[in-house]
Each structure stands twice: as C-alpha cells, then as structure tokens.
C-alpha cells in the first residue's frame, strides 16, 4: 500500500531573491516528490522571481496581503487552510511568519517547525516578545537556526531554551559557471593581469559595503592593478557609487547590478569578501568556497562557523578598515597562500555545507514530526 506524501507548508514573507527563499528552493527541489508535497504561503503579497520559478513548475503558491500592525485575519486565513489542505507540517521561516504560524496551528494537528535565517542589527529585548514567546513555544515542535550565532541570539533576545534549539547549517548545490570568463572579463573592462576582489549581496547598510570600498581604496593604493567587483543592487547602491566617484575609484570600483545567474561573476573573483555588520550563514560565501575561492570577512554572526581564521580565508574585527585591508592584501601578495586557502575552502564546503547534508537532516525532522500523532496543539 503506497504510503500518504507529507503535506509541508513553507510560510515565509516573500520568495524573492534572498538566502532564505534559496534555502526553500533547495528544499522543495531536494527533497523526493514521490514522499512529499510542499506548498508555499507569502505573507506579504509578493510571490516573487523564485516564487514564479517554482509554480511555473507546479508548486503551490499562496499570497496573502498582510495588513500593517497585527492582522488577526490572517490567523484565521492560515488556521482554515491548515485543516482544509491538512498539512502536516508547517515549516516557518523568520520571526513574524512563526509568530503568526504557531498561532494558527492552535486546535490543529499540524506540527510547527520555527527556522530562525538571522538577526537584525543591531539586536535588541522586547519584553513583549518575551511574554508572547512562552506561549508561541507551547505550540512549536522544533525550533531550528542556520549557525550556533543565531541560536545563541534566540536564547539571548528571545528567551528561548537552549536545550529545544538544533543547529542546521544552510546547505547549496555548488556554483555552476562555464569556462567562457574572457567574454566577460571584456564586458566588464577587466585586464588579463588584474587581481580582483568581489562580492555578491544585497546593497544594504547593514552589509556595510562602504568599507569595503574604503579598504579596497587602501588596497589599490598599495597594488594598482586591482579592481572590485559589487554584484547585486539595494537602496545603498546610489550612495555606494558616489563613494567610489568621491575617492576617484570609478574606474576601479564595478557595479554589476542585479544578476540572475552570479555564478560566472564569482568565477572571475581571485577573493572573495563580506563586510557585514551581521550575517547567518552567507549563501554567496558558501558559493564561493564551492568554487574554490579564499575570502576576507568580518567577524560577526555565523562567519567564524563557516571558515577557519588563516586556514580558509581570514576574519576581521567589524568595521575596521585597515584590517581588512590589511589581510586583502596578504592574499594578493602570495598567489600561493591564495591556491591554498582556496583549495581548504572547497574541501570544507563539500565535507559540511553540500546541499545533501541540509536535506537529509530536513527530512529526518519532517519524518519524526509527521509520524508524531500527539494530537492537537493547544
């Protein structure tokens, strides 16, 4: 007798572009379709480019248009869908779709999974959370994190036990890009002899991408033939590129903008960086270590989870401009500390952040949860 798939709902803001609806994507096509059946809810309207990708193939998306403030209608929408499509699990992805998720799987059988993706910054109390916190863990069957950081921030600013919180490392397919660079290199005005140094990321201030063109200002001072690449966009992006035109690096500095397949752009990079104030695990780091590349990158969040100071690349205090410089240049100087830091990169992505170890550790907890007939969340 064929055994019933697993119903999972995903409840997340959006599915656009971001670490967090990577790690959904990865999930949904990871996991054997033959033994579960995922569905999307986002709760802030926008279904978003990955979104369209997944339902072009099928995949179940819902948009639901949260209102500003606390909107009880969406309890109520959630908790009836809950028991009309009978999902077994409710899979929720950051704090607010938890808040809400949790709520609505009251008097439900569905069991509640709470991933925290990362913290703002800076992180702060709220002895409201605390007091809503207790009664939203009595309907949470697992809570998960993306680094030892974040947990230790739930414990912290949430007021969440210790003992109910596990540890599971994002996990990527490694970056595909084909061996065409010259083509590109071209396009972008980048000399056969230039070192560059890159990153792929949101433009935003909390990933403070104005040092990093401080240091590499530093950088190219000391080696002229250097150059930045900055793949991504965000509301920095017109305050970033007046920087550079303010320290004369408009030649020097490149603003690729938005990119839907970064692959081919991290290729190009000799380093890879992140200048953060905050971070879970970057999924632009981990691509880059798949890729083989060493990197330089503040010392916050889940970063000194992700690599070794010295033995993958090196961590810097955040914020400090001269440090990050400093150890920028130290990779340049020596091409053969750079083919080493790179190669320890790609074995540590295979051996702990490889796409296979995210998904089994996934379906190991969905298996438990959905076998688990405890009855009804109160």
Same mark, same amino acid.
């Given at each position: 007798? &064929?055994?019933? &798939?697993?119903? /999972?709902?995903?409840?997340?803001?959006?599915?656009?572009?971001?670490?967090?609806?990577?790690?959904?994507?990865?999930?949904?096509n990871g996991l054997d379709s033959d033994c579960y059946e995922c569905s999307?809810?986002? /709760?802030?309207?926008?279904?978003?480019?990955?979104?369209?990708?997944? !339902?072009?193939?099928? /995949?179940?998306?819902?948009?639901?248009?949260?209102? @500003?403030?606390?909107?009880?209608?969406?309890?109520?929408? $959630?908790?009836?869908?809950? %028991?009309?499509?009978?999902?077994?699990?409710?899979?929720?992805? !950051?704090?607010?779709?938890?808040?809400?998720?949790? $709520?609505?799987?009251?008097?439900?059988?569905?069991?509640?999974?709470?991933?925290?993706?990362?913290?703002?910054?800076?992180?702060?109390?709220?002895?409201?959370?605390?007091?809503?916190?207790?009664?939203?863990?009595?309907?949470?069957?697992?809570?998960?994190?993306?680094?030892?950081?974040?947990?230790? *921030?739930?414990?912290?600013?949430?007021?969440?036990?210790?003992? *109910? /919180?596990?540890?599971?490392?994002?996990?990527?397919?490694?970056?595909?890009? #084909?061996? !065409?660079?010259?083509?590109?290199? &071209?396009?972008?005005?980048?000399?056969?002899?230039?070192?560059?140094?890159?990153?792929?990321s949101r433009l935003d201030p909390v990933k403070n991408q104005k040092m990093?063109?401080?240091?590499?200002?530093?950088?190219?001072?000391?080696?002229?033939?250097? %150059?930045?690449?900055?793949?991504?966009? =965000?509301? #920095?992006?017109?305050?970033?590129?007046?920087?550079?035109?303010?320290?004369?690096?408009? +030649? #020097?500095?490149?603003?690729? =903008?938005?990119?839907?397949?970064?692959?081919?752009?991290? *290729?190009?990079?000799?380093?890879?960086?992140?200048?953060?104030?905050?971070?879970?695990?970057?999924?632009?780091?981990?691509?880059?270590?798949?890729?083989?590349?060493?990197?330089?990158?503040? @010392?916050?969040?889940?970063?000194?989870?992700?690599?070794?100071?010295?033995?993958?690349?090196?961590?810097?205090?955040?914020? @400090?401009? $001269?440090?990050?410089?400093?150890?920028?240049?130290?990779?340049?100087?020596?091409?053969?500390?750079?083919?080493?830091?790179?190669? +320890?990169?790609?074995?540590?992505?295979? +051996?702990?952040?490889?796409?296979?170890?995210?998904? @089994?550790?996934?379906?190991?907890?969905? !298996?438990?949860?959905? +076998?688990?007939?405890?009855?009804?969340?109160?």
């Amino acid at each position: 007798m &064929k055994r019933e &798939k697993i119903k /999972i709902l995903h409840v997340t803001f959006n599915m656009g572009i971001g670490g967090t609806e990577r790690v959904i994507l990865q999930l949904i096509n990871g996991l054997d379709s033959d033994c579960y059946e995922c569905s999307i809810l986002c /709760i802030d309207g926008e279904i978003g480019s990955i979104g369209n990708s997944l !339902q072009e193939k099928g /995949i179940q998306i819902i948009s639901y248009n949260r209102k @500003d403030g606390f909107d009880a209608s969406l309890i109520l929408y $959630l908790h009836r869908l809950i %028991k009309q499509q009978q999902f077994n699990v409710l899979h929720c992805h !950051q704090y607010t779709p938890y808040f809400y998720g949790a $709520l609505s799987s009251i008097f439900t059988k569905c069991k509640v999974i709470f991933t925290e993706h990362g913290r703002f910054y800076p992180d702060r109390y709220s002895w409201k959370r605390r007091i809503i916190n207790q009664i939203l863990y009595l309907t949470t069957d697992s809570i998960t994190t993306i680094s030892k950081a974040t947990k230790d *921030a739930l414990i912290r600013y949430e007021w969440m036990p210790k003992k *109910a /919180i596990s540890v599971i490392y994002n996990g990527i397919e490694p970056a595909q890009c #084909s061996s !065409q660079t010259y083509e590109l290199k &071209k396009e972008l005005r980048i000399n056969e002899e230039d070192l560059l140094l890159g990153t792929i990321s949101r433009l935003d201030p909390v990933k403070n991408q104005k040092m990093m063109i401080d240091a590499f200002y530093e950088v190219n001072k000391a080696k002229a033939n250097t %150059k930045l690449l900055i793949v991504g966009d =965000g509301p #920095s992006r017109e305050r970033l590129e007046k920087h550079a035109i303010k320290l004369k690096l408009d +030649n #020097s500095v490149i603003f690729t =903008g938005f990119q839907t397949s970064p692959d081919e752009y991290l *290729a190009l990079m000799d380093v890879f960086l992140l200048s953060s104030f905050t971070e879970g695990t970057s999924i632009s780091l981990l691509e880059a270590m798949s890729l083989g590349k060493p990197s330089v990158l503040t @010392d916050v969040g889940g970063n000194s989870e992700v690599i070794d100071n010295g033995t993958h690349g090196f961590l810097t205090q955040s914020n @400090d401009v $001269l440090q990050f410089s400093d150890k920028i240049l130290t990779l340049l100087m020596d091409n053969n500390l750079r083919a080493k830091l790179g190669d +320890n990169s790609k074995v540590r992505f295979l +051996n702990t952040f490889g796409i296979k170890i995210m998904i @089994d550790t996934y379906q190991q907890l969905y !298996q438990k949860l959905a +076998n688990d007939t405890s009855g009804y969340h109160h």
